[in-house]
C-alpha cells in the first residue's frame, strides 16, 4: 500500500496530547484561503524554489527541479511528496518510539487531509494501532463516511476542525459546502469516539461564526476539547516558493482575539483552550 508524504514533523506539541510524531499526506478536497500547509493542498509531487535562501552557486544550472534539490546545498530548492510503502513509513516513524512513548504521545496524521489518501491512513493507523501506538488522525472532516467507519477502530482521538457554521461563509473560506463536515461529526460522537474540536481563528473571516460554533458544540457528546487557534501568515514564502497564489488573508489574529472566542465558548459549557497559551 503506498501514499504520498509532504512531509513528517518530529517532537511536536501542538497536535495532540503529548510529545508527537506527525506525519503529513498530501492532498486535501478544501482550499482554505489561510491555509499553512499549502505544500500539502495538491495530490501530486511539487518542487519549491525558495529564492531567498540561494547563493546563485550555480550548482543547479538554475534548474529548480526535484532532481537538482538533491545537490542544492542551502535547501534553497525542496521537493514535498515523497512515496511510501505504508509498512516502510511505519518502520521511519518507528524511530522516533522511545521519544513518544516517554512523552505519552504518539502519532498524529495529517495533511492537507490525511484521509483524503483513505486507504494509505486506514493501513498506517492499522499498523502503528497494532503496536499499540496512540493514533491520531487531523481531519477537515470532509471525508466519506465510509472512511471514517473504517479508521475509527484504530483511531485513538480525532482532532477535528470546525470552520464555521453558516454554509455561505464555509464556502467562501474553503471552497466547498459544510453540511458533510457537521453530520460526520455527529456521527463520530454517536460512536463514541474521542474528539478535540479545532477552530483556526481568523479575524474578519470566521470570527462572527464562534457563537453559532459554540451553539453547535454544546449539543454534540464525546467532545473533551475545544482549542481556539490563532492564525498567521508564516507560510507566506512557500506559497510563492511553489508559485502558488498566495491567498493567505492581511490581518493577522491576535492573543486577544483567541480569548474572546474562548470566552464566548466556554459561556456555552464548552471545554475550551486557547491554543496560544494551553500548548
Request: hydrophobic content about 40%; overall charge negative.
Amino acid at each position: 500500500m503506498k501514499g504520498l508524504v509532504s512531509g513528517i514533523k518530529r517532537m511536536e506539541i501542538h497536535d495532540g496530547d503529548g510529545l508527537r510524531t506527525t506525519v503529513f499526506l498530501k492532498g486535501c478536497p478544501l482550499k482554505c484561503i489561510w491555509c499553512h500547509n499549502p505544500e500539502s493542498i495538491s495530490f501530486s509531487v511539487q518542487t519549491a524554489y525558495f529564492k531567498e535562501k540561494c547563493l546563485h552557486c550555480g550548482t543547479c544550472g538554475d534548474k529548480h527541479t526535484a532532481e537538482t534539490a538533491l545537490s542544492c546545498p542551502v535547501n534553497a530548492i525542496v521537493t514535498y511528496g515523497t512515496e511510501y510503502e505504508a509498512y516502510e513509513l511505519v518502520e521511519t516513524v518507528m524511530q522516533d518510539e522511545a521519544f513518544f512513548r516517554a512523552g505519552n504521545g504518539g502519532v498524529t496524521l495529517s495533511g492537507g487531509e490525511c484521509l483524503a489518501q483513505p486507504d494509505f491512513a486506514v493501513e498506517l493507523a492499522r499498523l502503528f494501532h497494532e503496536k499499540r501506538i496512540s493514533v491520531y488522525i487531523d481531519t477537515c472532516g470532509f471525508v466519506p463516511r465510509e472512511t471514517l467507519k473504517r479508521i475509527l477502530p484504530y483511531t485513538d482521538k480525532f482532532l477535528y476542525d470546525v470552520k464555521a457554521v453558516d454554509p455561505a461563509v464555509h464556502r467562501a473560506c474553503t471552497g466547498q459546502d459544510n453540511a458533510i463536515i457537521i453530520d460526520n461529526l455527529r456521527f463520530l460522537s454517536k460512536m463514541g469516539a474521542a474528539i478535540e474540536i479545532r477552530i483556526p481563528l481568523v479575524v474578519g473571516y470566521n470570527d462572527m461564526e464562534i457563537p453559532a460554533i459554540a451553539d453547535l458544540l454544546k449539543d454534540i457528546p464525546c467532545i473533551s476539547k475545544v482549542k481556539v487557534l490563532k492564525y498567521h501568515n508564516f507560510a507566506a514564502s512557500r506559497y510563492e516558493a511553489l508559485g502558488m497564489e498566495n491567498t493567505l488573508p492581511p490581518a493577522l489574529t491576535t492573543s486577544e482575539d483567541v480569548q474572546k472566542a474562548v470566552d464566548i465558548l466556554a459561556s456555552r459549557g464548552l471545554n475550551a483552550v486557547n491554543g496560544v497559551t494551553s500548548d
